[in-house]
């Protein structure tokens, strides 16, 4: 997925938003473990920080659980 770099949404809800679309779309199933902060942060092309601000957001608003290092999809 392509970030839009220059868009007035900072990079970690873009990412946010495409991970919350992934669970709940159903494509992450509940309890899935979700790919590891480095391989998310790959795959954007991003810093890890900006991948763990976009986990922490989703953790907060009860989609994904779990420690930095396991984490799980929600339903």
Known sequence: MPLKRQSAI???RQIQDYIAEKITSGEWASGAKL?????????????????????ESLAAQGLIEGQARRRYARD
């Not at 590891?36 to 986990?55: E, Y």
């Open 35 to 55: 790919p590891s902060q480095r391989a998310l942060a790959s795959f954007f092309h991003v810093n890890r920080s900006t991948i763990i601000t976009a986990l």
């Open 10 to 12: 900072p990079l970690y």
